[in-house]
C-alpha cells in the first residue's frame, strides 16, 4: 500500500507565499514522478507542476514564474514553493505520484488533497 499525505495548505493573503509538502511512504520500490495539481470550485482538475527522478519539470501555464518545484528523491518528498499568490490559486492542492511498487509494476496515486484559499 502507498500513501502520499500532504501539508502546508490554509489561508493566505494575495501576494503571500507558502511551501505545500507531500511525503509518499509504503511500498515503494522506485518513483517515476511526483507532482501537484488543483482543482478549484466548479472546475476542472489541472496540472500544477510535476518533476521526474532526473529533475526535469513542467509547470501550468497559469503558476510559471511564480510556482517551484522541488523533488527529494532519498526521501520521497515533493514540496511546492508558492510565491506571488492570487485569489485564482484558490483550489484544493493534491500531490500525484507514478510508483513502482515492484521492478515490473507501477500505479498513480493521488493524496486526499490539501485546501489553500487566497483571499484578503
Known amino acids: 500500500q502507498v500513501q502520499l499525505v500532504e501539508s502546508g495548505g490554509g489561508l493566505l493573503q494575495p501576494g503571500g507565499s507558502r511551501t505545500l509538502s507531500c511525503a509518499a511512504s509504503g511500498n515503494i520500490f522506485a518513483i517515476i514522478a511526483m507532482g501537484w495539481y488543483r482543482q478549484a470550485p466548479g472546475k476542472e482538475r489541472e496540472l500544477v507542476a510535476t518533476t521526474n527522478r532526473g529533475g526535469a519539470t513542467e509547470y501550468g501555464d497559469s503558476v510559471k514564474g511564480r510556482f517551484t518545484i522541488s523533488r527529494d528523491n532519498a526521501r520521497n518528498t515533493v514540496d511546492l514553493q508558492m510565491n506571488s499568490l492570487k485569489p485564482e490559486d484558490t483550489a484544493v492542492y493534491y500531490c500525484?505520484?507514478?510508483?513502482?511498487?515492484?521492478?515490473?509494476?507501477?500505479?498513480?496515486?493521488w493524496g486526499q488533497g490539501t485546501r489553500v484559499t487566497v483571499s484578503s
Open positions: 500525484n505520484a507514478y510508483i513502482y511498487t515492484d521492478p515490473r509494476n507501477f500505479d498513480n496515486y
